[in-house]
């Protein structure tokens, strides 16, 4: 099991830009950010694979979000560009800690979860 924590929420202006990370305690295979509004069911935003890099991301966020990782820190970032109001949400990250085929996009995928960071985008 590894621990996760998030930081970097807070309220941003619409358009504007924020950054959030994510530290794991330890090694992981991959790590993915999903968000949460209230009344909503969780819903992906990026992913990335630790030792190789590679990402994936929602149509909602692609161009302007990017997920990248430290290894060295065992942390993972995801920058947020021209953010929307509808973004407005709890950002969790989660890892994953083995490989294998999986979808990268559902929460069942993942084996830990952070406790959330907030994120609001005034209009």
Not at 73 to 89: C, D, H, I, R, W
Not at 90 to 97: G, K, Q
Request: hydrophobic share 35%.
């Amino acid at each position: 099991q590894v621990q996760l924590v998030e930081s970097g929420g807070g309220l941003v202006q619409a358009g504007g830009s924020l950054r959030l990370s994510c530290a794991a305690s330890g090694r992981t295979f991959s790590m993915a950010w999903f968000r949460q509004a209230p009344g909503k069911e969780r819903e992906f935003v990026a992913h990335i694979t630790m030792p190789g890099g590679g990402t994936y991301y929602a149509d909602s966020v692609k161009g302007r979000f990017t997920i990248s990782r430290d290894n060295a820190k065992n942390t993972m970032y995801l920058q947020m560009n021209s953010v929307k109001p509808e973004g407005t949400a709890d950002y969790y990250c989660a890892a994953r800690n083995s490989a294998g085929i999986y979808a990268t996009n559902r929460p069942a995928s993942y084996d830990d979860w952070g406790q959330g960071t907030q994120v609001t985008v005034s209009s």
